[in-house]
């Protein structure tokens, strides 16, 4: 199944989250970031993602930014061009 770059960022960060038993308010505090950050990033009606909010994340969870594309969801994404 193709998905688009957003929703695969928001399962992997949920995924990430879910293995490490980490709550979307601790992955804020970790990352110096707002907890709203993180709940508006997760939010479906969102269609953009930071790709600064996303390293912050990532050294929150204490991995690099290429470990974090480096899964499986990120190889069939569709195209982007409307």
Do not use: H, W
């Not at 912050?56 to 290429?66: F, V």
């Amino acid at each position: 199944m193709d998905m688009r770059i957003k929703p695969a960022i928001v399962q992997r960060f949920q995924q990430l989250c879910k293995e490490r038993n980490i709550k979307y308010n601790e992955l804020a505090t970790l990352s110096g970031v707002t907890p709203s950050t993180v709940y508006s990033m997760m939010d479906d009606t969102r269609k953009d993602v930071s790709v600064i909010t996303v390293k912050k994340l990532c050294d929150g969870l204490n991995i690099t930014i290429t470990e974090f594309f480096d899964a499986p969801i990120f190889e069939l994404l569709e195209q982007e061009l409307q």
